[in-house]
């Protein structure tokens, strides 16, 4: 049939760069080592070359297991994401997300990829993303007790959805946060929110 056609041709096309948004969420969780063949390149502004002068500024810590989407440059943990922002004079964005979380997977297609939140995210914040559900075991020596439930933290996931719900009161996921160089939390957080102009506002603290 015409629709079956159609839709051969728009996975043919994803081949070959282009984006799938309409099925993006349904996606399985990209793999850190492999091709990420439904991104695409849509910035054209400045690199971020006043955070790469900073030593502070290079990613350290599980820099080899997760990825940013777009390109974008990130952490993935809050201590080096601060040390970040206190170097380069940036705040921070915290994006609390998930592996197999559809709704942070719309966001990143449908909103994250639109060029002027891209070109924000890129100049104006040290992204810091926290996997509230990575099974990643710790070493012991990082293993705590938790003041929320009284239960040993043990993996990554455990230890990053344990400091959202302490600080925010809520698991919700994806959670986007503001902090400052110092940890203070700036404005409002944001959950889903598909409207580009809306979290683009968000964004620009309007």
Partial sequence: SVASFSFVIY????LFGYE????SPLLPPKSPNGLDLTQRAVYSGTPMLAADAHEECTPVKYADMFHMPFGLKGFYSLEEGLACARASGKPVLIDFKGHFCSNC??????VWSDPEVLRALREDYVIVALYTDDRTKLPEAEWYTSEVDGKVKKTIGQQNIDFEIANFRTNTIPLYVIMDADGNVVGEPKGTDLDVASYLSWLKGK
Wanted: proline residues 0%; positive net charge.
């Fill in 105 to 110: 997977k719309k966001m990143e297609a449908a």
């Fill in 20 to 23: 799938l948004k309409t099925i």
């Fill in 11 to 14: 996975l043919f096309l994803g």
